[in-house]
């Protein structure tokens, strides 16, 4: 009984879709977040008719500026400010 358990775990765990966005965390402008994977971002807009103009690397810090529709305005440390879609994002601690 215990290995059919075990097949039955392994396959409900093997199951779960990997690679998937998670929920934005809470836009607080001012407040500090990390990249928890490589996210594109966009020079003037997420909904710009272009492909992105980047990538954010995992580990990335940024400073939330503002937040519309969706649509994070950041600052990177180099004081570049650019565009995202918060859903690779979480409040760095």
Same mark, same amino acid.
């Given at each position: 009984? &215990?290995?059919?358990?075990? +097949?039955?775990?392994?396959? $409900? +765990?093997?199951?779960?879709?990997?690679? @998937? #966005?998670? $929920? $934005?965390? =809470?836009?607080? /402008? *001012? $407040?500090?977040?990390?990249? =928890? &994977? !490589?996210? /594109? %971002?966009?020079?003037?807009?997420?909904? @710009? #008719?272009?492909?992105?103009? *980047?990538?954010?690397?995992?580990? =990335?810090? %940024? =400073?939330? +500026?503002? !937040? &519309? #529709?969706?649509?994070?305005?950041?600052?990177?440390?180099? !004081?570049? #400010?650019?565009?995202?879609? /918060?859903? &690779?994002?979480? /409040?760095?601690?």
């Amino acid at each position: 009984m &215990r290995h059919v358990w075990f +097949v039955l775990m392994l396959v $409900a +765990v093997s199951g779960c879709p990997k690679g @998937q #966005e998670s $929920a $934005a965390p =809470t836009a607080t /402008p *001012g $407040a500090s977040y990390v990249v =928890t &994977r !490589e996210t /594109p %971002f966009y020079d003037s807009g997420c909904k @710009q #008719e272009r492909a992105n103009d *980047g990538k954010l690397a995992k580990g =990335t810090r %940024f =400073t939330l +500026v503002g !937040e &519309r #529709e969706g649509c994070w305005n950041v600052k990177l440390a180099g !004081e570049d #400010e650019v565009y995202i879609v /918060p859903d &690779r994002v979480a /409040p760095a601690s």
